[in-house]
């Protein structure tokens, strides 16, 4: 047979020629080739068994590629291992020179030894001598050196196994004595009911006979429906749900609601979107994911992935308790950082009192105290919300007043006081109840001084006082109601306001506005004088005001 080393190098004709040969040792008319041996090869060999690998390629016709090389044979099986523990003869007698300083084997040197440290060696001593080590050269195999149990002994998984039976054997007798002792557990007790109701006795209460052992037996073989039960560690494990309880996928049908994994029997959406989680019968598998301890896992994990992305050797699974670490004392120095800043701002800067928390009711814009009110404005029920206080001092009591400037007005004389004291001077002292009767007599007085009024009626009067007082302090004064206005008085008040505009009296030559007019008037304004005002003044807000028609 040709190998592939030289086939690839013929010619087509001798390919052809070594093809026909091939063909003649099949059919017999030629002679089988042969090996380095001088054996014959079949050449119904397959080619590709024929062939020799290119490693292997020795140029001739061979199959010793096929055949087991010498230095592969298993000279030593996988059972051939190391003497542990086997000792070449008696010991020596006396130290000899090259041994061990520390026991006195040869086989060895002190920094070998594994024998214990002596306080004096054998070299000094001449005491204990070990006998040599045997030192076998063992030159294993490709599988005995990757075979883990090669050179274990079988016979020490029996003294391991004879371990664990003891204390089985001594827990079980333990377990027997502890019930024969018991007399007052429940099982104890329903096996008195169980008997006594066949009509059997039990005289010996505690004791166990061969139908107690039966029944104990077969109790603690058994399953429970629906869980899987280890019988020897007593754990349970519900592998499925309660057939009493809706399914996930049944609480919403609608196809675009969340997503049903029937593999893992997980909805991570909540199915019902308008109910809140809290009052859902099934909010969702994300819903738990978020409650106990889940978001300090999840920023501890978020803290070790960035650490780790800074170049620190940081993993949360491989490593928890330094990341855990790390992750607490992050925060300390975050916080003492952030206190620093705190600090050095705030001596730089100041403003420590607006860092004061304020109340309650002001940080949220609203308040649980219920108040109600009228169409006018007037509070019902409830307390009423306080007055907004000005940057001005309010309710300052001075010299002895028990109330403030301005808290009672003169209708006689139009002037403002003290209702403590009807004091028209402002920071004076209060008299008390003396002051107001002096204010009264001093009214009174300057009544009767007064001339005699006409006795016509109030309304005919023209320039009277009582006219300025229906004026000044009625509905019709503060634009409530209907107000007659008088057609000459309005005339003649339009007529001195358009020679005011005219003249030029509302502004002089400086720039300065002069207290002409109605506000320099020592007479009261009228109705008239007041509609003539406002019939004469420029509206500045009116958009046409001053629009200037073009001439065409």
């Known amino acids: 047979m040709a190998s592939a080393s030289t086939i690839g190098k013929l010619s087509r004709e001798e390919y052809r020629r070594q093809k026909d040969l091939d063909a003649a040792r099949k059919a017999g008319t030629a002679p089988a080739a042969l090996d380095e041996e001088g054996r014959p090869i079949n050449p119904h060999i397959p080619q590709y068994i024929s062939q020799a690998p290119w490693y292997l390629d020795t140029g001739a016709p061979s199959l010793s590629h096929q055949r087991r090389r010498p230095e592969e044979q298993p000279e030593s099986k996988l059972d051939n291992w190391y003497d542990r523990g086997v000792k070449a003869g008696p010991a020596a007698k006396k130290y000899r020179q090259g041994a061990c300083e520390n026991c006195g084997s040869m086989t060895h040197k002190r920094q070998d030894c594994l024998e214990r440290p002596r306080k004096k060696g054998a070299k000094f001593t001449n005491r204990n001598i070990k006998a040599d080590d045997i030192v076998q050269d063992v030159a294993p195999g490709y599988d005995a050196k990757r075979d883990r149990w090669n050179g274990y002994d079988p016979a020490e998984h029996k003294k391991v196994y004879d371990e664990y039976v003891a204390v089985e054997t001594a827990r079980q007798k333990l377990r027997e004595e502890a019930i024969d002792n018991q007399t007052t557990t429940d099982l104890a007790a329903v096996r008195k009911v ?12 505690g004791s166990s006979d061969e139908e107690d052992e039966d029944e104990d037996k077969y109790a603690d073989a058994a399953d429970a429906v629906g869980q899987k039960l280890d019988t020897k560690t007593r754990i349970t494990v519900r592998n499925l749900r309660i057939r009493e309880d809706t399914a996930k996928y049944l609480i919403n049908l609608d196809p675009d609601s969340a997503y049903y994994d029937p593999k893992t029997r997980s909805m991570r959406d909540a199915p019902l979107k308008d109910v809140p989680a809290e009052e859902a019968r099934f909010a969702g598998d994300n819903f738990h994911r978020f409650s106990g301890e889940a978001p300090e896992v999840q920023s501890l994990q978020l803290f070790a992935w960035q650490a780790a992305a800074r170049g620190n050797d940081i993993h949360l699974n491989a490593n928890p308790t330094m990341g855990q670490r790390l992750h607490h004392e992050f925060k300390e120095k975050k ?32 308040t649980e105290n219920y108040v109600e009110y009228s169409r006018t404005g007037h509070v019902i029920k409830g307390k009423e919300r306080a007055k907004t206080k000005s940057k001005y001092p309010e309710d300052v009591l001075i010299n002895n007043h028990t109330a403030v400037w301005g808290s009672w007005y003169d209708r006689s004389t139009g002037l403002w006081g003290y209702a403590c004291c009807h004091s028209v001077i402002n920071i004076s002292y209060c008299t008390g109840q003396a002051g107001i009767q002096a204010a009264i007599a001093s009214s009174a007085q300057s009544l009767l001084s007064a001339p005699p009024a006409s006795k016509q009626p109030p309304e005919t009067l023209q320039n009277g006082s009582t006219d300025k007082v ?29 020679k005011r505009k005219g003249a030029g009296e509302d502004e002089d030559r400086s720039g300065k506005r002069r207290r002409g007019g109605l506000s320099g008037s020592t007479h009261e304004v009228t109705e008239e004088e007041l509609e003539a005002f406002r019939m004469t003044r420029r509206i500045t807000e009116d ?6 028609d073009g001439v065409d």
Do not use: C, H, T, W
């Open 194 to 205: 169980a008997k006594a109701g066949k009509g059997e006795k039990d005289p010996d209460f």
């Open 335 to 366: 916080e003492e950082l952030k206190g620093l800043n705190k600090v050095s701002i705030l001596d730089k800067y100041g403003g420590e009192e607006y860092l004061q928390s304020a109340p309650k009711e002001l940080l949220q814009g609203q």
């Open 470 to 498: 229906e004026q000044n302090y009625s509905k019709k004064r503060i634009g409530e109601g209907e107000v007659q206005l008088d057609q000459d008085r309005l005339k003649q008040a339009l007529d001195d306001a358009r």
């Open 543 to 548: 958009p046409m005001a001053n629009y200037v």
